[in-house]
């Protein structure tokens, strides 16, 4: 089983990327897949060796299939491209496959999954995590973070520190890019810096390992 402070319940499907991406589409253990368009499984190389985790999906995320591709990937891809590191060589993906969503109107405003939705969809992040088995990985976001470390983290008190998950893997926690893109623009441009710092400290230890 992965090292996860939050535990997976139900049993871990073992196949290949391509595999499991197929088997997460046809995935119906909680009502989030009944609104949504596409499952947004993950996307990267096999045999990267760091992942980074969101938190789920959003709106362009839904309607193209693939994380990270609105603005908060705008956002991401500028903060890697400012640390150094090439998209490419990552895999990155959500901790929840669905995009949640309310409707006002024509618009449709992302709403955070509940527990019971981030606990069925925990399986397809552990399937990943195994398949993978990462060295580093860095948590974009407080649902992700607490994935990884429990509900007890706070990523104002604890962001930007390496945690041993286990004899071999590194984590840390960041700022998510949409939650950058959301702040007080008094402190927007800080928390994009650190977000930055956070990544650039994720290519020295893939430099150095």
């Excluded at 901790?95 to 449709?108: C, I």
């Excluded at 860095?138 to 004899?167: K, Y």
Aim: proline share 6%.
């Amino acid at each position: 089983m992965p090292p996860f402070a939050k535990p997976t319940k139900a049993p871990v499907p073992r196949a290949s990327l391509r595999a499991l991406r197929a088997q997460a589409a046809q995935c119906r253990a909680c009502p989030l897949w009944r609104e949504a368009t596409a499952t947004v499984f993950g996307e990267g190389p096999a045999r990267a060796r760091a992942m980074l985790i969101g938190e789920q999906p959003g709106d362009e995320e839904d309607r193209s299939g693939r994380p990270f591709v609105g603005p908060a990937g705008r956002l991401l891809d500028r903060a890697l491209a400012d640390a150094g590191l090439d998209r490419k060589t990552l895999y990155l993906t959500n901790a929840v496959k669905h995009f949640k969503f309310q409707r006002r109107g024509k618009r449709r405003m992302h709403d955070r999954a509940n527990a019971h939705e981030q606990e069925a969809c925990r399986i397809w992040l552990a399937a990943e995590w195994l398949r993978l088995k990462p060295r580093w990985a860095l948590a974009l976001g407080a649902m992700a973070a607490q994935t990884l470390f429990g509900a007890a983290f706070r990523l104002s008190r604890e962001r930007g520190r390496w945690i041993a998950l286990d004899a071999r893997t590194r984590a840390m926690a960041s700022w998510h890019p949409s939650a950058i893109l959301r702040s007080p623009s008094s402190v927007r441009e800080q928390r994009y810096c650190e977000l930055v710092a956070d990544l650039r400290r994720l290519a020295q230890a893939l430099d150095e390992d």
